[in-house]
């Protein structure tokens, strides 16, 4: 079994920051790629920004030039760096993972969630 495990949420008045980071630990073979997705109240899940093992990342046009994904293989973890943040970032954030378990059984996996909260 698998699990992901978020921390790094908070607080924070606009034009701040946070750190946000996903760890995944369990039976991992292998984590190809990694993702943050975030649901605000009332609105549809939708992809924040995501990173390939290879490096590959990728961004909602909301947040390019605000927010830096990275990610460490060796440590199967993602972060997700979050500057000049806005109230509309506020949302619950969640990690995802494209993985493959020691039984060779390929799946998504996400995280149980950590609520970021942009207010002055």
């Known amino acids: 079994q698998v699990q992901l495990v978020e921390s790094g949420g908070g607080l924070v008045q606009p034009g701040g920051s946070l750190r946000l980071s996903c760890a995944a630990s369990g039976s991992i073979f292998i984590i190809y790629a990694m993702g943050w997705y975030r649901q605000a109240p009332g609105k549809q899940r939708e992809l924040v920004a995501s990173?390939?093992?290879?490096?590959?990342?990728n961004y909602a046009d909301s947040v390019k030039g605000r927010f830096t994904i990275s990610r460490e293989n060796a440590k199967n973890t993602v972060y997700l760096q979050m500057n000049n943040l806005k109230p509309e970032d506020t949302a619950v954030y969640y990690c995802n993972a494209d993985l493959s378990d020691l039984d060779r059984y390929e799946y998504e996996d996400w995280g149980q969630g950590t609520q970021v909260t942009v207010s002055s």
């Open positions: 990173i390939t093992s290879g490096g590959r990342t």
